[in-house]
Nanobody
């Protein structure tokens, strides 16, 4: 069974960068069909941020594609999300989602708060 755990969230100032990580256990990330980040702002629905497919293809939400980069670290079995120029509207809980062989697993999320 696959387990994923997010880390890297916290309180940051507007304009700062941040890197979030999603560590997977139970299976190699190279076998995941889809490895993605979503986020949920207070009072809002969970929304897609970025994903990377098994073949390495990556896709981004239109509103974020200029500021985020998704990548895999095979040595650490981890998915990373770099966010540049964070803004208060980026405040949300960021979730990692894995799709492997038709099974979907979500992490518990990591809180990112952007404020002065």
């Amino acid at each position: 069974q696959v387990h994923v755990e997010e880390s890297g969230g916290g309180l940051v100032q507007p304009g700062d960068p941040l890197t979030l990580s999603c560590a997977a256990s139970g299976r190699s990330i190279s076998s995941f069909n889809n490895f993605a980040w979503h986020r949920q702002a207070p009072g809002a629905e969970r929304k897609f941020v970025a994903q990377i497919l098994r073949d390495g293809s990556s896709y981004y939400a239109d509103s974020l594609k200029e500021r985020v980069t998704i990548s895999r670290d095979f040595a650490k079995n981890t998915l990373n999300l770099q966010i540049h120029n964070l803004q208060p509207e980026d405040t949300a809980v960021y979730y990692c989602k894995v799709d492997y062989g038709g099974h979907i697993t979500w992490g518990q999320g990591t809180q990112v708060t952007v404020s002065l």
